[in-house]
């Protein structure tokens, strides 16, 4: 089962950190743990859901938990 969620945002903020409109993709490896990356938009990428707005990344305190994806809009 593929769990990557891939979005494309204006504005997102993750760890304490702010960035300008940045791709975001967060998976889940074979051993279960959950990896986000946020980088600068470069060109467009298939299956990428667009947010015209803001997206907080939110990151469990379980590190085995799925972070929360908060569109803020």
Do not use: C
């Amino acid at each position: 089962m593929n769990q990557t969620k891939r979005l494309l945002a204006h504005h997102v903020i993750f760890e304490g950190r702010e960035y300008g409109l940045s791709f975001i993709e967060i998976n889940r490896d074979s051993s279960g743990r959950w990896h986000t990356s946020v980088q600068p938009f470069a060109g467009e990428t298939y299956s990428t859901a667009f947010v015209d707005g803001t997206v907080e990344i939110v990151s469990p305190a379980d590190p085995d938990g799925e972070p929360q994806i908060i569109v803020k809009r």
